[in-house]
C-alpha cells in the first residue's frame, strides 16, 4: 500500500506541479498588478465591513471557514517537515508560495463569487466546478474536479489532521489514539449536520482565537532567543538558494518541499478557497476575492512563520538527505535527534521555553487547527457532493450529503490510528490532483476575474460602494448576479433591496 501511494505521489507531485504553481502566481501578479501589496488596505476594508443574509455569511466568516481549511497541521507537522528535508532554506520558498499565491488565491475565489448559485435550501454554493462548467463550458471538467474534491476532502486529507491530532495527544500525555478518533468523530458530527451556519458561526469563534493564540507562543519564545533572529534569517536566506556550504547540494529539494509545504498550507491554487469565498454576501465578487487573498497571508507570512522562527531560533530540528533518510546537517539535540519530523519539532522548541509544556502546548494547538480544517473539508466535500446531485432528486442529494458525512467521519477516525507516512502521503495526492485541475482551469478562464477587479476598482474611483453587474463588463453565465441586480429571487430566500440613485443596483439582501 505505502509503495503504491508512494509511487502516485511521485507522479502527482512531479517538478512541473512545483513550477506551475510558482509561474502562475508571478503570472497573476504581473497581470493584476500585484494586488497583495497595492490593495492591502481594501483587504481590510473588506474584511470589516462585510455584510450577512440568510442565504450568505459575512466576508469575516467566509474567511474563517477559509481559514479554518487552511490553518491546519500543515502549518505545525508541515513547517517541520519542510525544514527536515529542505532545510532552513524551504521557509523562504514557502513565503514565496504566500506572496505570489495571494494573486491566484484572488483569482480563483473572485471566480467563485462569480459563477455562484443558489441552492434549494437557499445556501449560497459555487467553487471551482461551478466555475469550470459555468465559465470553461465544459462540464465533464467540473463533474472531474467534484469527484477528485470529494475523494481528497471526504476521504483522503481528513486523516492527516486527525492524525496529527493523535499523534501530538499521544507524545504529550499519552491518549490512546482510538479514545482520540472517538472523541474528535463525536464532536466533528456535531457541528457538520449544522450546515453552513454552523460551520460559519464555529470557525469565526474558534479560528481568531487559535491563531492569536499560537502566534504570541512564538512571540514569547522569539524574544527570549532574539540573539538567534539575525543569525536564522541569514540562514534561510543562504539555504532558499543553494549559497550555504553545507546546504548547497540540495536546493532542488528545498524548492520542492518549500512549495509543496506552502500549497498545502495556504491552499493558494489549490480550489479550496473558492468554495468559502463563495458563501459570502457581498455586493461584488472583488470584494470576497481581496477578502481570500489576505487569508494566504495569514496563514503562512503569521502562522508558519511563526512555527519556523520557533524551530529554527532554539535549533530544534535537523535536516535529512531525502535520497537516502540519513541525516544531513545540524544533527539537533536529544529532544530531537532521531525524533521523526512533526510536532515533536515545535514540542521540543517550545519546551526550552514553557519547560515540560511544549507537548501540551502543541497537543492544544494542534486540536484547534486540526479539527477546524476538517470541518472545513467537509464543507468543501459537501459542496461538490451537491454539484455532482444537484439535478437529481431531493432525497437522493439527501443521500449522497449523508454518505459524504459518513465517509469524512469513518476517514477521520482511520487517520487517527494509521501511520503518519501514509496518511501525508494521501493528503499530498489530494491536494496535488486538485492543484493540476483547478491551476489549469484559471489560467484559462482568468478573464471574467480581471474584469471584476477593474470593474471594482474603477467605482471605487467614482466614489461608489460597488455593485456587481456581469453584463456590464461582458460576463456570461453568472445568473445569480443578473438576478441579484434584477431583484429575481424566489421567496423566503432573501430579497434585492434597491436604494442605488440609478434604482439599478441592489445594495444588498435582507
Known sequence: MSETLTAIYDIVWSQWLVWLCLAAGLYFSVRLVFPQIRLLGRMAHEILHGEESDSGVSSFQALAISLSGRVGTGNIAGVATAIAMGGPGAVFWM????????????????LGQIYKERDDSGEYRGGPAYYIEKGLGQRWYGILFAIVSVLAMGLFMPGVQSNGIAEAMNSAWGVDPLWVAIIVVIALAFIVVGGIKRIATFAS????FMAVGYIVLALIVLVVNISEVPGVLKLVF?????????????????????????????????GTGPHAAAAAEVSH?????????FAVYIDTLFVCSATA???????????????NGE???????????????????????????????GGSFVAIALLFFAFTTIVAYYYMAETNMTYLFRNASPMARAVAVRLVQLVILLATAYGAVQSAADAWTLGDIGVGLMAWLN????????????KALKDYQRQLKEGRDP???????????????????????????????VTGTDGAHPTGLR
Open 95 to 110: 513565503w514565496m508560495v504566500a506572496f505570489l499565491g495571494a494573486s491566484t488565491s484572488f483569482i480563483e475565489s473572485t
Open 205 to 208: 469563534m474558534v479560528v481568531p
Open 439 to 450: 491551476i489549469i482551469a484559471i489560467l484559462i478562464l482568468q478573464g471574467p476575474a480581471v
Open 327 to 357: 541525516a544531513l546537517l545540524l544533527e539537533g539535540p536529544a529532544e530531537v535527534h532521531g525524533a521523526a519530523a512533526g510536532p515533536s519539532y515545535t514540542q521540543a522548541a517550545l519546551d526550552t521555553v514553557f519547560h515540560g509544556l
Open 285 to 293: 465578487p472583488a470584494k470576497q476575492g481581496l477578502v481570500q487573498a
Open 238 to 270: 543562504s539555504s532558499a538558494f543553494g549559497m550555504d556550504s553545507a546546504l548547497g547540494g540540495i536546493l532542488g529539494a528545498t524548492i520542492a518541499w518549500g512549495v509543496k509545504r506552502g500549497i498545502y498550507s495556504n491552499e493558494a491554487g489549490q
Open 467 to 497: 455593485q456587481f453587474d456581469p453584463r456590464e463588463v461582458g460576463i456570461s453565465n453568472a445568473d445569480f448576479w443578473v438576478d441579484r441586480v434584477e431583484g429575481r429571487f424566489r421567496k423566503g430566500q432573501g430579497e434585492a433591496v
Open 309 to 323: 522562527f520557533m524551530i529554527l531560533s532554539t535549533g530544534m530540528y535537523e535536516v535529512f538527505d531525502e535520497k
